[in-house]
């Protein structure tokens, strides 16, 4: 099996879409309304896994990396809580984007155009890595996660959120979010290549990592806002660290 993890097809993708990114109605809306609790749930197991005390720049002294972090929206709240971020993006359009909607907000966050083999090569490990919305749309999600791994320091933790292998995830997300209420871009996502939180642990378990926590992320369509929850056939979130 190839080791290549990029899809071009994708990069093409989000590379159309980049003007778009933070028009909060658009097409990137799901992204926007998902922020918040995403936000709570890293800060949650940060806070946990750092023993946290310090209310005002959370995350001082942390270094994070937001591997596929489009035009910013997860970046930009860590960097808010005083992470210092690296985002990577192998679309240019959407590196731009986030450099310059960052420079707008007064944020300094460390974005690069570049894969993640790329990246590997500096030499640079974390202490928190997270991909959000991203194994979905990469290719060879094992070596992916396995190169994941290479970046982090040994104490990090590595935060995920993807979309699970369900009927009822390829019927919420395809059919209904992509082709009725169109929410999602249609074609932005392929059902083959969602995958389970037993195949992420599987995975990971091979380098003696575990799953820390495990949270459903539920959207109402009433309110256009997501919460955490105990169920997670369509989108979930994770926490990994070393056993």
């Known amino acids: 099996m190839p080791l290549n993890t990029t899809d071009n097809k994708e990069i093409k993708l989000f590379n159309s879409l ?139 933790i590595i935060i995920l959120s993807t979309i699970n292998r369900t009927i009822l995830s390829k019927f919420f997300v395809i059919e209904i979010a992509e082709n009725i209420i169109k929410k999602i871009p249609k074609g932005t996502h392929d059902y083959k290549k969602f995958i389970t939180p037993e195949q992420l642990r599987a995975i990971f378990e091979k380098y003696t990592y575990e799953i820390n926590n495990i949270k459903g992320m539920t959207w109402s369509p009433i309110s256009n806002t997501w919460r955490l929850t105990r169920n997670t056939p369509i989108n979930y979130i994770l926490s990994l660290s070393k056993k």
């Not at 890293?42 to 002294?61: A, G, P, S, V």
């Not at 310059?100 to 500096?122: A, Q, T, V």
């Open 18 to 156: 980049a003007d778009e990114w933070w028009d909060e109605e658009g097409s990137m809306s799901f992204l926007h309304s998902m922020s918040e609790i995403r936000t709570k749930f890293i800060l949650e197991e940060l806070t946990n896994k750092f023993q946290i005390k310090n209310k005002h720049k959370i995350l001082n002294d942390l270094d994070i990396l937001d591997l596929g972090c489009g035009g910013g929206i997860a970046s930009e709240p860590l960097c808010r809580l005083g992470g210092n971020v690296t985002g990577i993006d192998e679309s240019e359009n959407l590196i731009n984007i986030a450099k310059l909607h960052s420079k707008r907000m007064g944020l300094k966050i460390n974005y690069k155009c570049m894969d993640i083999e790329n990246l590997i090569k500096l030499k640079k490990k974390y202490d928190v890595i997270v991909a959000l919305e991203l194994l979905e749309h990469v290719n060879n999600v094992e070596h992916f996660c396995e190169l994941i791994i290479k970046l982090l320091k040994n104490d990090g």
